[in-house]
């Protein structure tokens, strides 16, 4: 049955609806960022850039960095534009245009898609400047109320004891992402459990003019654990999409991998005074190992 084209919309041009690609224009590894004008801080360093292409807040650069062939897009912010990304990054790939038909499992591609955002350090031994791989996300936002996301046992568990330690009316879902891009892209940096949230301000515990619901939230946050065979597991940081890509590619069959400049640090309350500095460092370490 071809998809209806109220489901996957196809511009006049033959391109996607929000990304505004064609099935041609992405490479199959992505780099992707939060911040529009992070994408010119990536593709500056390619040899040559063949496609730039924007529509919202979804501005993309294809080109070459050292002979490969890379594509970095922009996001914007939450997992609500993750689910765009990433559905229509995959249908790019893996539905037929013309006929709109998924293409059979034996000619399904794979993306490799790795986000360098930024994020903030719940932790007091993770100072501002350093650079954070994610293992586990564990997403506080719906997203996953609206598909079929299937956790292990251990995911299961310890987004229990969060949904607990929170007080929460839902439990979040966890997923540990590519352990093979974690190894490529992430040596050396310090391997941390994503907590993604649904805002910046009070579901990370910010404060400005409006109390929270929980005034603790963020020593919650800092005190979970959750002792495994694996170890100790406690969350390490925060951003507002990692869990997002983690389930949707986990579903969809790419391997996703969130690197993450830290920023700001909840615990001793500093944000960094040269975050571009940070950032600059991650893409160049990005681009290098991947
Ligand atoms: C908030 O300032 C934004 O920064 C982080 C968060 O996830 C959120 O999108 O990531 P980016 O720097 O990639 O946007
Ligand atoms: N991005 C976030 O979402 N939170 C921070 O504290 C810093 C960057």
């Known amino acids: 049955m071809p998809i209806p084209e109220s489901e996957l919309i196809i511009n006049r041009d033959g391109s996607v609806y929000h990304l505004n690609l064609l099935p041609d224009h992405i490479s199959e590894t992505i780099i992707t960022v939060g911040d529009p004008e992070r994408v010119p801080l990536v593709s500056q360093h390619f040899d040559s850039i063949e496609t730039q292409i924007h529509k919202r807040e979804f501005v993309t650069h294809v080109g070459y960095y050292q002979g490969k062939r890379l594509t970095v897009i922009s996001t914007g ?48 031994d993770i100072p501002i400047g350093s650079h954070l791989v994610t293992e586990h996300a564990v997403g506080l ?107 949707l590619g986990r579903m969809l069959g790419h391997e996703v991998v969130s690197l993450n400049a ?16 940070t950032v600059n460092d991650l893409i160049q370490k990005t681009l290098d190992r991947i």
Do not use: H, K, W
Request: hydrophobic share 40%.
């Open 77 to 124: 912010m939450g997992t609500d534009n993750i689910d765009i990304l990433i559905n229509e990054l995959d249908a790019l790939v893996n539905i037929d245009f013309v006929t709109r038909e998924p293409r059979p499992l034996e000619e399904r591609i794979s993306l490799r898609i790795v986000r360098v955002g930024t994020s903030g350090a719940l932790q007091a």
């Open 262 to 277: 830290i920023v700001a640090n909840r615990a001793t309350g500093e944000f960094a005074t040269n975050a571009e500095a």
């Open 141 to 247: 936002d719906s997203l996953m109320q609206f598909y079929p996301l299937v956790e292990t046992g251990l995911e299961v568990e310890v987004s229990t004891g969060i949904q607990q330690s929170l007080d929460l009316a839902y439990r979040p879902y966890c997923v540990r992402g590519s352990d093979l891009l974690r190894e490529q892209l992430g040596a050396g940096m310090v391997v941390g459990n994503t907590l993604t949230c649904p805002g910046f301000y009070g579901p990370q515990g910010r404060v400005l003019r409006l109390d929270l619901r929980q005034p603790d939230l963020i020593s919650r946050f800092q005190n979970f654990r959750y002792q495994s065979a694996e170890g100790e597991f406690r969350l390490t940081n925060f951003e507002m999409e990692t869990a997002g890509y983690y389930g």
